[in-house]
């Protein structure tokens, strides 16, 4: 079974920094797209940022400037860093992942990581 953990999250003040880290795992022949989402209670999940194989990204205009996205291939790692921030960043932040499987045939479908709590306040 694939698994998408998360690990980094936790309480910083405003202006600070945190490193978010996303580890595959399982049987997987390779990944697509990953990104990261996040999801503030009584708002709708929402995408922060996205990285492709080749290292193309795109950022959600909230979060430009300040989120880094990048990957390790070889790891089958995702990592956000996260510069600057501010209360409004507060949420769950969850890992998303394109797996692809070719045991026992080529198969493609998406992973959630069980997401990691940011919490931005002094």
């Known amino acids: 079974q694939v698994r998408l953990v998360e690990s980094g999250g936790g309480l910083v003040q405003p202006g600070g920094s945190l490193r978010l880290s996303c580890a595959a795992s399982g049987s997987i022949f390779s990944i697509g797209t990953m990104a990261w989402y996040r999801q503030a209670p009584g708002h709708q999940r929402e995408l922060v940022a996205t990285?492709?194989?080749?290292?193309?990204?795109n950022y959600a205009d909230f979060v430009k400037g300040r989120f880094t996205i990048s990957r390790d291939n070889a790891k089958k790692m995702v990592y956000l860093q996260m510069n600057s921030l501010i209360p409004e960043d507060t949420a769950v932040y969850y890992c998303y992942g394109r797996i692809v499987r070719i045991i026992p045939t080529r198969t493609e479908y998406d992973v959630w990581g069980q997401g990691t709590q940011v919490t931005v306040s002094s």
């Open positions: 990285i492709t194989s080749g290292g193309s990204t």
